[in-house]
Every structure is written in structure tokens, then in C-alpha cells.
């Protein structure tokens, strides 16, 4: 089965910087299309982000464009989300999501494989 660990995230200060990590338990990581989702207290799980399994190609909410960066390293079986110019809007548990094949989807409910949660929360 797929397991996937979240690490990275803590409290910070409104401005600063954040790196969320995801190490997969697959056998060829490459196969699944990844993203990030966030829960904040009272609002729906949303996306954040997403990546392709096979041309890496990026997807981002309006929310998060251009402070948010998605990556993957295939070879550590990684996922990363580097952000940057973090807002207190930003507090929420962040998850990533595992999709084998197929692109990024936006929606929860295409993704079967799902980590614990890490905690963002970001001070004004």
C-alpha cells in the first residue's frame, strides 16, 4: 500500500518562509500524479497545488500562485511545497495527496492515498 509522511511545517511569521515534504512508500513514485490540499478550522479541504506524474507539469490556487512552489524529486520519492511570502490565510493543516497515473485533478475525491497532515500556522 501507499503511505505517504508529511514533515515541515510549524509557526511562523506573517512574510516568512515554509518547506512541507512528502516521502512516498511506493514502489515507482513517478507513476503518481501528487498535490498538496489544506484544512483550515471551519472552511472545506481545499487544493493547493499539483504536479504530473510523467511532465511534472504545475498547477496552483489563485491563493497560493506565485509564493507557492510544488516539486518532486522521483528518485527520493519526495514531494516538496516551498512557501514563501506566507499569510496568516495560510493556517491550515497541509496534506498531500497520491493519484497513480493520470494528470493533477483538483478534486479530493480523485486522489486514494493520503498523509496524516503537517500544521502551518502563520502569525500576524
Known amino acids: 500500500q501507499v503511505q505517504l509522511v508529511e514533515s515541515g511545517g510549524g509557526l511562523v511569521q506573517a512574510g516568512g518562509s515554509l518547506r512541507l515534504s512528502c516521502v512516498a512508500s511506493v514502489r515507482t513514485f513517478s507513476f503518481y500524479a501528487m498535490a498538496w490540499f489544506r484544512h483550515a478550522p471551519g472552511k472545506k479541504r481545499e487544493f493547493v497545488s499539483g504536479?504530473?506524474?510523467?511532465?511534472?507539469?504545475?498547477y496552483y490556487a489563485d491563493s497560493v500562485k506565485g509564493r507557492f512552489t510544488i516539486s518532486r524529486d522521483n528518485a527520493k520519492k519526495t514531494l516538496s511545497l516551498q512557501m514563501n511570502s506566507l499569510k496568516p490565510e495560510d493556517t491550515a493543516v497541509y496534506y498531500c495527496?497520491?493519484?497513480?497515473?493520470?494528470?493533477?485533478?483538483?478534486?479530493?475525491?480523485?486522489?486514494?492515498?493520503w498523509g496524516q497532515g503537517t500544521q502551518v500556522t502563520v502569525s500576524s
Open positions: 495527496a497520491a493519484r497513480y497515473g493520470g494528470p493533477w485533478s483538483q478534486n479530493r475525491w480523485d486522489y486514494a492515498y
Open positions: 504536479i504530473d506524474s510523467s511532465d511534472g507539469n504545475t
